[in-house]
């Protein structure tokens, strides 16, 4: 049906979308044999994308918060179901488009002498996997989303399933069935909120504003079919195991974009669609999210201690890194879902630099057996460096980008919390037990987890997420004392080669990065601020605790805590006013915190159920539509 | 004349011709009978087709009659075919032995 | 030059010598790397001094350089900047740094002539000497770890400088592992401080905001706080119980033992305390149990150097010992007596390092002083130099250890403050410090006699080839010995000279408001008279059973109570219990949520169960679809009739 409206800009999303996708069909006129034509067109196709995803990261303004539709395409698609074609990007989504096109020429340049057969469909297959990916990103109507979900599905099913390793049939029809059966439940879902109001619009801005009309247990069941279909993606534990198998057996640019981007879309799913949509039913099972990541983070650490498969190691040791990312999702601060966003790129870059440095030891060696290596410090010193730096990234050392995500996500869900020793005056209500909320959010009423109980929950949950530091540091380091101390006994490893130019190219641009967001971090968290603090306060608003948001009342009668009620002045009761001194009138100190003020005021304003409005801004084109077509009835 | 017999007569006939029909498509092994209990079947149908067209003075019954009697022509033709293939085929007409096309 | 440039340029060279070594080190020649290494620490500690000198020249109250470079992270409400201050303490400790290190690094040209990767070698060091400096110089908590965990990685990274000996790589990763333990305790500190100082870490703002209590901070909650960090600095100063990573640490090559694991990296925690002494002031029940666990430290680990004979090992307890008096003199609120120790044991204890490291170097690696006997005729430099430090560790009049020592002794004795349930708790301390002096005076002297003193008792083709060092190496030792010996005249109770606590009071302002001296400073004599009474005691009891009448007695004493020899000889076990209950429960844990928990109910029964499950379930439904065409009509017709049968009724 065409485009309606040509949009005002130039239409660069739709631009770094489909290019790949543009290339992939052009390699079909390249004959197979000129392999290294193909290989050059590809690695031209994904550095063209990288490059024209640089104009996305210029153009994009930091000061336009919410979930506003930056750089939007929109297009009618399928006027009868109402689906349209909408791209847009917020500060959220904006890193991650980043770190798809970053990944795309390092993918193919990694796996430049790995594949010996069958070229051409694999590097088709990785470009279409590229489309499928940044679509997914970037597309902010419902349907279309799913569309481009399930779009990756299929090359990366045929990566493992063609150029995998043994057992790659058993894993990619695993990951296959396993991804397939959570988008469904996604589906049904999709289609309750299309035909629950009315049939208008799949466009996520749309929904948003409507979904407050949602009942409490309308919106955990949606959450629910959502949310598995995302947590089987992240994965959260225990839906798990299709990750070993499939990274595992993947080629290494498989596993590379597998852990790089597509672990990705589970959190960032949670974030775009679970957040704004559901933001009480979030609330609700946050603990649940909480709990599962953070066994989540120290299970996957365990089990990573005790395998045996580099590359199944780095496969669990996802399992870990994305619980942190999970609880900071989950933690629902500003500071936290900063923390957890970053890491969701630093994640990307450190185990994708990892699979690459796996594949290239495997690649000459045909083992990823811990065991058969050894010592190879001494012969690979480049080598070495490159995956020192990864690991030391990836367990979070200060100066490193693993260090920022991870110091955010701890300090930021501790920020949800207070002491647990702060009076709560007169609430007993307050202790809401686990189980209640569960019910109450399945099975009707609209109560849910108090404030306070959530607080101490996120308490607990970030000390224990904290011992993710401690058990990372534990199997990374023995996995690189392993492989890479020691003496170099095998006669197969020495004759291994260090990195050459082309393997530079791959590993230099992730070093820097790994420094550069630890470093300065702040270019990064900049473009993403205002989209985060936004859409936080939107799901927490009693989080916030701005100074100028405490009513100074409020505060001089809490600060004052005279128990006889006979002060007059409300004076500062560690310096009691001489007046009150003179009078006998005794005061309690009180042993509060800032924190317990702002727990005070919370409980103020949650009762009042403030939701702050979420800035919405739709692009001018669909606004007209809307209007039209309620005019034409 | 012929209205003088009530209508259930014809209609039982139909009935019992149908049943007979179905009970060999149901029962028998051979394909040739299996054909044949098919066609009877059809003709029963017929017949409650031109009964109570005739009763009701209306006669969509008839034209409907002729079409499944040129359907079932159709159908002897491409069934009788099929069957002499299969026969080529297998040497036998059994229809216990033709679950090939399930796997 | 700016306030800026200065204080960066203190920090960042070094980086800059590191970066330089580790890119280009195998393009240039060694004497570049080691001239590259040596100067940009050595032009760091000239501009530490000028920084000194500028500090000096500010009035008392007023002695404050900042130096803001840029934001490093904002978000909500929190904001670090990549800023450094300069502020007596931190003065005081980037001299310490810069000097000792600079000294070691020229130690280290000679030391390391022979070994092939001096490039690796210098860069890490000189990375050390960065993150350190960050550490000290940081303005904010967050840039303090950043140093915190980098002096860590450099620790792991020269503890397993020879990667190729699997005892030695697993040292490094041991040292690294443990150190986090601390530093995991260290990061829910700053988490829940965080929530309290309102997203700031900055070191002037959290002083003002608890001097000023502004911030009506939850007295449990900052007591956790205070906690959290002790524990992170247990890690990192090898306190009990998370010593255990110190003496393996003595894998690495003998300078750096000096440098990382003796003057400098392990006295980063009582850094930290006294920086945040403030703080400690609202949680003196932490006070408390800082000293004492530094009191137990040392004696535990004075009672283990008694019977080790590595010579690296003795000197390794008597690190672990040494910064327990540090602790012990924190936890009583004499920071400035922790601060003078923690200075005066860098000077001798490095002495002392490097001096073994010499013996090393000259015996081709021989570290058990069994086998070594009478070096001081072959090395007359190295033994002098070895048996001043010895002296001014033992706590001999008039050494620098004998001051520091004693300060803190007398402050344990006098001092109290809010968190000791009784005065008694001092007493104790102090009674537990002045044994573990005795130890301390008893086990340096037995290395130095062992090492030094008698007849060579090492195989005699070695004997010929023992030498002196050459001059780059004994020059480190003769000014740190020097060091030792003045070091301690900065401050001397009792003749009044209290320069070190002149200079650092500003520092110390708040947190010594709440400690005070419940008696006279008469006391002053008789606490150093029995220190220096214990020290004679320790040092003639050495002299007569290792020099004297009595040298087989300690033969005689292993044969009669072999069992407790042997106990102690194996550092009590710590490190075989350590190994059975946290390794093993974890490595079981690991394994039964491998391979039961995973593999077996989640992806056998969970997983591949559900899968199993659809394809039973067709498998029983298959079998109505099976091709006979018959079948299927009769439940057709079957279905119909009582369809129809339903519908009509």
Not at chain 1, 116 to 137: C, D, N, P, S, Y
Not at chain 2, 79 to 84: C, S
């Amino acid at each position: 049906m065409g485009l309606e409206q040509i949009p005002s800009h130039f239409p660069i999303l739709t631009l770094v979308t489909f290019l790949p996708l543009a290339g992939a069909l052009a390699m079909l006129v390249i004959p197979k044999a000129n392999e290294g034509v193909l290989k050059g067109f590809a690695l031209g196709t994904t550095t063209l994308t990288f490059v024209a995803s640089l104009f996305i990261l210029r153009k994009f303004d930091p000061s336009l918060g919410g979930i506003q539709a930056q750089l939007a395409d929109y297009a009618s698609w399928l006027k009868f179901f109402q689906i349209r074609y909408f791209l847009g990007i917020d500060g959220i989504s904006l890193w991650l488009v980043m770190l798809t096109t970053f990944l795309g020429p390092i993918v193919i340049l990694s796996s430049y002498t790995a594949i010996k057969q069958r070229l051409k469909e694999f590097l088709i297959a990785l470009l279409v996997l590229q489309t499928g990916m940044l679509g997914a990103f970037t597309a902010l109507d419902l349907f279309l989303f799913y569309i481009f979900w399930e779009l990756m599905l299929i090359p990366m099913y045929l990566l493992i399933g063609i150029w995998g390793g043994k057992d790659r049939i058993y894993a990619t029809v695993k990951f296959f069935i396993y991804t397939m059966a959570g988008s469904v439940l996604m589906l049904v879902g999709i289609l309750y909120l299309y035909v629950k109001f009315g049939g208008e619009t799949f466009l996520l801005p749309d929904l948003i504003k409507k979904a407050g009309e949602l009942s409490v247990v309308e919106q955990t069941w949606l959450f629910i079919g959502f949310g598995i279909a995302f947590a089987i993606k992240v994965p959260l534990f225990p839906f798990h195991t299709w990750l070993p198998d499939a990274h595992t057996e993947a080629p290494t640019a498989g596993s590379v974009v597998l852990a790089g981007v597509l672990l990705k879309l589970g959190t960032y799913g949670f974030v775009r669609f679970g957040m704004p949509l559901f933001p009480d039913a979030l609330r609700m099972l946050a603990p649940v999210i909480m709990a599962l990541s953070v066994w989540g983070i120290i299970y996957g650490a365990a089990i990573s201690w005790v395998q045996k498969d580099v590359k199944r190691l780095v496969a669990y040791s996802s399992v870990s890194h994305l619980g942190f990312v999970m609880v900071g999702v989950a933690a629902m601060t500003e500071e936290a879902l900063t923390g957890a966003i970053l890491q969701m790129v630093n994640h990307g870059i450190c185990t994708g630099g990892l699979f690459i440095a796996i594949g290239f030891l495997y690649e000459q060696r045909h083992t990823r057996l811990i065991e058969d290596f050894g010592g190879l410090a001494k012969q690979i010193p480049k080598f070495a460096v490159f995956l020192m730096i990864l690991t030391l990234g990836s367990i979070g050392l200060p100066g490193t980008n693993g260090f920022i995500g991870e110091f955010l996500i701890i300090a930021g869900t501790f920020q949800g919390t207070f002491t647990p020793r702060a009076p709560v005056i007169g609430r007993p209500g307050d202790f809401v037990d686990m189980a209640q909320p569960f019910a109450h959010g399945l099975f009707g009423s609209d109560g849910g987890m108090s404030v306070f109980t959530f607080k101490i929950i996120s308490g607990v949950a970030g000390g224990l997420a904290a011992l993710g530091v401690l058990l990372g540091a534990i199997y990374m380091l023995s996995m690189y004392r392993r492989v890479m101390f020691g003496p170099l006994r095998s006669r197969a490893n020495r004759e291994l080669r260090d990195l050459n130019l082309r393997d530079m190219f791959v590993a230099v641009p992730l070093v820097l990065l790994v420094f550069w967001i630890g470093l300065y971090p702040n270019f990064f968290i900049g473009k993403m601020r205002k989209s985060v603090s936004e859409l936080t306060e939107y799901v927490r608003p009693e989080v916030r605790r701005r100074a100028d948001s405490l009513d100074p009342g409020l505060l001089r009668r809490t600060l004052c805590a005279d128990l006889s009620g006979k002060c007059p002045a409300e004076c500062n009761p560690v310096n009691p006013s001489k007046a009150c001194i003179k009078k006998g009138i005794k005061h309690r100190v009180p042993r509060v915190t800032m924190r317990t003020l702002h727990m005070m005021v919370d409980a103020e304003r949650s009762h009042r159920r403030i939701r702050l409005p979420l800035r919405l801004e739709l692009p001018k084109a669909l606004r007209t539509t809307r209007t039209t077509r309620k005019g034409g009835k | 004349m012929i209205n003088t017999i009530p209508i259930h007569y014809f209609l039982l006939l139909s009935a019992m011709l149908f049943t007979i029909g179905m009970l060999g498509v149901i029962f028998r092994r051979n394909a040739l009978i299996v054909f044949m209990s098919i066609e009877l079947m059809l003709n029963a149908v017929n017949l409650t087709l031109v009964t109570f067209s005739r009763f009701r003075g209306d006669s969509s019954g008839h034209v409907i009659a002729f079409l499944v009697m040129a359907v079932a022509a159709a159908e002897a033709a491409v069934g009788l075919a099929i069957i002499i293939n299969i026969f080529r085929h297998k040497k036998v007409v059994n229809i216990d032995t033709m679950d090939r096309m399930k796997y | 030059m700016s306030n800026t440039a200065l204080l960066s340029s203190i920090v960042l060279l070094p980086l800059l010598g590191a970066l330089i070594n580790g890119l280009f080190a195998g393009r240039l020649p060694r004497r570049v790397v080691e001239v590259i290494a040596c100067s940009t620490v050595i032009v760091s500690f000239l501009f530490s001094l000028k920084a000194f000198l500028q500090l000096m020249a500010l009035p008392v109250g007023a002695r404050e350089i900042h130096a803001h470079l840029y934001n490093w992270v904002a978000v909500g409400n929190f904001r670090f900047d990549v800023a450094f201050y300069l502020d007596p303490l931190s003065s005081m400790m980037s001299l310490i740094i810069t000097g000792v290190g600079g000294l070691i690094h020229v130690y280290s040209a000679g030391y390391m002539s022979h070994d092939p990767s001096y490039g690796r070698y210098f860069s890490y060091l000189n990375l050390f000497t960065f993150s350190m400096l960050s550490l000290v110089l940081g303005n904010n908590i967050l840039l303090m770890f950043l140093g915190w965990e980098g002096v860590g990685l450099c620790s792991y990274l020269l503890i397993g400088f020879w990667f190729t000996d699997v005892q030695k790589a697993k040292a490094g990763k041991k040292a690294f592992i443990v150190n986090r333990i601390g530093d995991l305790a260290f990061i829910v500190g700053v988490g829940l401080l965080l929530g309290l100082a309102d997203g700031n870490l900055d070191f002037t703002y959290l002083r003002k905001v608890t001097a000023l209590r502004t911030l009506y901070l939850d007295p449990m909650m900052v007591k956790g706080i205070c906690l959290a960090f002790f524990i992170g600095a247990t890690g990192k100063s090898a306190q009990i119980p998370l010593y255990v990573w110190l003496p393996d640490a003595m894998a690495g090559p003998t300078p750096v033992s000096a440098l990382i694991h003796a003057a400098t990296m392990v006295t980063a925690g009582i850094y930290m305390i006294a920086r945040l002494n403030f703080m400690y002031a609202l949680a003196p029940e932490v006070l408390t149990l800082i000293a004492g666990v530094g009191a137990a430290t040392a004696l535990f680990a004075a009672t283990i150097g008694i019977v080790q004979r590595d010579i690296k090992k003795v000197l390794a307890y008597s690190t672990v010992s040494q910064l327990g008096y540090m602790f012990l003199a924190v936890g009583m609120g004499a920071y400035t007596a922790a601060m003078f120790h923690l200075m005066t044991h860098a000077f001798f204890k490095a002495c002392l390092f490097l001096g073994s490291g010499s013996v090393i170097h000259s015996l081709h690696g021989e570290q058990d002083i069994i086998k070594m006997g009478g070096l001081r005729k072959k090395m007359p430099v190295t033994a002098l130099t070895f048996l001043t430090a010895t002296m001014a560790i033992s706590g001999v009049p008039l050494f620098a250890g004998f001051f520091s020592k004693d300060e803190i002794l007398w402050k344990a004795f006098t001092n109290a403050h809010a968190g000791m349930t009784t005065v008694y708790w001092g007493k104790i301390f102090f009674v537990v410090g002045l044994i573990a002096a005795l130890c301390t005076a008893f086990y340096m002297f037995r290395l130095y006699f062992l090492t030094f003193e008698g007849e060579y008792r090492g195989p005699k083709e070695t004997e010929k080839t023992i030498h002196e060092s050459p001059v780059s190496m004994t020059l480190a030792l003769v000014v740190l010995a020097f060091l030792s010996v003045v070091g301690g005249y900065v401050q001397i109770g009792f003749a009044h000279v209290h320069l070190l606590e002149d200079w650092l009071a500003p520092v110390f302002a708040v947190g010594s408001l709440n400690v005070v001296e419940t008696m006279g400073h008469s006391w002053e004599y008789a606490t150093m008279a029995m220190s220096v009474a214990i020290a004679g005691v320790g040092i003639g009891a050495a002299y007569y059973l290792y020099m004297g009448a009595g040298t087989k007695i300690p033969a005689r004493m292993m044969e009669a109570a072999p069992r407790l020899y042997n106990f102690v000889w194996n550092k009590y076990k710590i490190d075989e219990l350590y190994q059975v209950v946290f390794v093993g429960t974890y490595r079981s844990f690991a394994h039964f949520s491998h391979r039961f928990a995973d593999a077996f109910v989640i992806d056998f029964l969970g997983v591949r169960g559900t899968g199993a499950l659809a394809q039973g379930i067709g498998r029983v439904i298959g079998r109505l679809q099976n091709g006979d065409v018959q079948r299927y009509l009769v439940v057709f017709v079957v279905g119909l009739t009582l369809i129809l049968y339903l519908w009509l009724q």
